[in-house]
């Protein structure tokens, strides 16, 4: 059975930081594409950063130079450092593995307001 538990949300001042995690299990978390999605009230689902097994990364404009994504293969988890948050980023963060993410976490809720 796939899991993907998020965490590390919560609420954070315009020009904070955070740092998401998600640990993966039930699937080949090593040979795995993940990423990380968001979705705010009233918007569509958008890409936020997307690594690779091989660890080559992708991000989304808005995060782009902000946010990193990076991986740890020995402890099956995928993480997401956010810096310089803005009030744009709230949202709902999910964590997804699978080059066409195939499986969804629960999901974890960052807000960023002062």
């Known amino acids: 059975q796939v899991q ?4 590390g ?9 955070l740092r998401l995690s998600c640990v993966g299990s039930g699937f080949g978390f090593r040979v795995s594409s993940m990423a990380w999605c968001r979705q705010a009230p009233g918007k569509e689902r958008e890409l936020v950063a997307f690594i690779r097994s091989g660890g080559t990364t992708n991000y989304g404009d808005s995060v782009m130079g ?8 020995a ?20 964590c997804t593995a699978g080059a066409s993410a195939n499986y969804w976490g ?5 807000t960023v307001s002062s």
């Open 9 to 17: 949300g919560g609420l954070v001042q315009p020009g904070g930081s």
């Open 106 to 110: 629960q999901g974890t809720q960052v």
């Open 75 to 94: 402890k099956n988890t995928v993480y997401l450092q956010m810096n310089s948050l803005q009030s744009d980023d709230t949202a709902v963060y999910y």
């Open 66 to 73: 902000r946010f990193t994504i990076s991986r740890d293969n």
């Open 4 to 7: 993907l538990v998020e965490s």
